[in-house]
């Protein structure tokens, strides 16, 4: 997988810590070793951390099925959440239906001994980059 900057990563997730592993044909994995400010007030990951490793992931993998390689906005989401997040998380992605305008997505989060943490289902619409719609080709 290329670099965070290029698979379409954005500086929250720079921010994160979020660190890719593979991209390719409708699937993708990411991970993130849990710091002290990614936890709640109960020593584990806090939803919103869950919830943005799911929603990226699942964009990736729709990014990777797109020939144009097109940015994809959330559309909807739906997250379930099945034990506490602590250690070093992967999140898989994959992309389940893909048409001219939007993709239709699943992920899970699984802790370093593959243990399912918190699943989704996930909508994205394709997007061209908002600044080139404005005339800046630099995005």
Do not use: Y
């Not at 989060?109 to 593959?114: A, P, V």
Request: proline residues 4%; charged residues 20%; hydrophobic residues 40%.
């Amino acid at each position: 997988m290329q670099s965070p900057s290029v698979s379409g990563f954005t500086p929250f997730v720079d921010h994160l810590g979020v660190e890719p592993v593979r991209a390719e044909s409708g699937h993708a994995e990411i991970k993130l070793s849990l710091k002290a400010e990614h936890l709640n007030g109960l020593g584990v990951a806090h939803g919103g951390v869950v919830m943005t490793l799911l929603d990226v992931v699942m964009a990736i993998a729709a990014r990777s099925a797109d020939p144009d390689q097109m940015g994809m906005v959330t559309v909807g989401m739906n997250t379930s959440f099945m034990r506490p997040a602590k250690g070093e998380l992967h999140a898989f992605g994959w992309c389940d239906h893909f048409s001219t305008t939007m993709a239709f997505c699943h992920g899970e989060l699984r802790d370093q001994h593959g243990r399912l943490l918190a699943s989704a289902t996930g909508t994205f619409k394709r997007m061209r980059s908002f600044n080139r719609r404005r005339g800046n080709e630099a995005d």
